[in-house]
């Protein structure tokens, strides 16, 4: 076979489909760094002023809305994986090796 006969019969190549930026922890690194350094330092600059406080309260409510989510999440996936199981769950012998 010749190269212009593969190119014909392998398949296209796709794109692998992005993700939501809100999904991206690299995203949410950023956001958190902008928070908590550049944002107090350039905000009195345009008038906002930013108090570590008012970081500090930020912060703490991100992290109360990511455990909430978190358990919400926890919970529908453990009532999904139950409903959607076929086969009872059974006890296996288990080895540790050292």
């Known amino acids: 076979m010749n190269d212009a006969q593969n190119e014909e019969t392998s398949p296209p190549v796709e794109a692998p489909a992005g993700k939501w930026w809100g999904e991206s922890i690299t995203m949410w690194g950023v956001i958190v760094t902008t928070l908590s350094t550049v944002l107090p330092v350039i905000g009195p600059l345009v008038g906002l002023d930013i108090s570590a406080e008012v970081v500090r ?4 409510q991100a992290t109360a809305v990511i455990q909430a989510v978190g358990a919400l999440a926890g919970t529908l996936l ?14 296996r012998e288990m080895r540790v090796r050292l």
Request: charged share 15%; net charge positive.
């Open 78 to 91: 453990t009532i999904y994986g139950r409903s959607r199981a076929a086969l009872p769950l059974v006890r």
């Open 57 to 60: 309260q930020i912060g703490a």
